[in-house]
């Protein structure tokens, strides 16, 4: 692989990084309150490490789209087919 060829793709991540780390921490964010809602019961500390984990691996998820979009990707094919 060329560097000029290296060069475009990281280009591509640096310009579509912040989009996408905004997606998917605003989608962890509304999945730790969906389930803070269904767990209505926990303590309040237990609701904000739940608020936290699930936002957490939202920015992480954001932060790695290129890996981790499609590997999540195989793993719903996986599990649809197989479980």
């Given at each position: 692989?060329?560097?000029l060829r290296f060069q475009k793709y990281k280009d591509l991540y640096?310009?579509?990084r912040?989009?996408?780390t905004a997606y998917?921490?605003?989608v962890g964010i509304e999945a730790g309150i969906t389930?803070?809602?269904l767990n209505?019961?926990?303590k309040s500390i237990d609701r904000y490490s739940t608020m936290i984990g699930y936002t957490s691996i939202g920015i992480v998820t954001g932060l790695m789209y290129p890996i981790s979009y499609p590997l999540?990707?195989?793993y719903i094919l996986y599990k649809k087919k197989y479980l």
């Open positions: 692989m060329s560097l640096i310009t579509t912040p989009l996408m998917s921490t605003i389930v803070n809602q209505s019961q926990d999540f990707g195989c």
